[in-house]
């Protein structure tokens, strides 16, 4: 129970410093320990996606913190700020609809940080960020952590259900990142192409 205790610290700490620093994979985090819990005592699951979720929630509260302290400048030092456009777009459909898209950004690869910066631009409140984003850090760790289950149950070792859970995640990311980035060329190629014909 000690040893469980100690990686779900880990856990903890790791999707942490994950939503602070965007490179970490936290997704593949989740997913390895809920694999890894599959096999040893799944009753440690429902443990795995609390501890995913409260450390998804505490780095969000110090990356929302840092952006309202910090603004603009710091986001860009910190490089988190890229696509200006899209930060633009992103703080249309918050102004619009704030629940919904803070719940839907997590869920998102590459969708949290764009969300939480234009969350932060606009001024939006300490209560309805804290309210909403701690439904949207529980559902992103059952969703990661569904699919470490669904990798471990195949596999007859935990370290393949870990593997299996961690390779699957990060060719979603992958998969939806490229995506994006297709439609999104697509969209800006109609846009020149109405503004030649104009």
């Known amino acids: 129970m000690i040893g469980e205790l100690q990686t779900l610290g880990w856990l903890f700490l790791v999707v942490s410093f994950g939503a602070i ?6 997704g593949a985090a989740v997913s390895g320990a809920a694999a890894l819990a599959a096999h040893n005592n799944p009753l440690t699951i429902v443990l795995v996606v609390a501890g995913g979720a409260a450390g998804a929630y505490a780095g969000d509260l110090v990356m929302y913190a840092m952006c309202r302290a910090g603004g603009e400048p710091l986001a860009r030092r910190l490089r988190w700020l890229r696509d ?14 704030q629940i919904p898209v803070l719940l839907v950004s997590r869920l998102l690869p590459g969708g949290r940080v764009p969300v939480l910066l234009a969350a932060a631009f606009l001024g939006l409140s300490w209560r309805t960020f804290v309210v909403a984003n701690a439904p949207a850090c529980v559902l992103w760790s059952v969703v990661y952590a569904g699919i470490g289950v669904a990798g471990g149950s195949i596999f007859r070792e935990p370290w393949e259900g870990v593997l299996a859970a961690i390779i699957l995640v990060l060719l979603v990311s992958q998969g939806v990142g490229w995506w994006n980035k297709r439609r999104t060329a697509r969209l800006e190629a109609a846009g020149d192409e109405q503004a030649e014909t104009a």
């Open 21 to 26: 620093v965007p490179i970490v994979p936290t």
């Open 84 to 97: 200006e456009e899209h930060l633009s777009a992103v703080k249309d459909r918050l102004a619009k609809n």
